[in-house]
């Protein structure tokens, strides 16, 4: 009962980071929603050089946009 609570808060959280996204970039699509949602849920527990090597691994679409940025930033 207690880990479906949790379960329960987390996507609460999740559902306010979208909302608040879209409130301020009502044109953002479905793709870059995640992402957004992501950086703003784990910003603080992450560096800006971590999220964005996290972002490469896991958002599979972005690789070809991310390691063009990667390798002219880093």
Request: hydrophobic content about 40%; charged content about 25%; overall charge negative.
């Amino acid at each position: 009962e207690r880990f479906m609570i949790g379960i329960d808060m987390m996507e609460t959280g999740w559902k306010l980071a979208e909302s608040s996204i879209k409130n301020e970039n009502p044109e953002i699509s479905p793709f870059n929603l995640k992402i957004e949602v992501f950086k703003r849920i784990y910003s603080p527990d992450f560096s800006e050089k971590e999220i964005n090597n996290i972002i490469l691994l896991h958002f599979s679409d972005l690789k070809p946009l991310a390691i063009n940025f990667y390798e002219t930033t880093y």
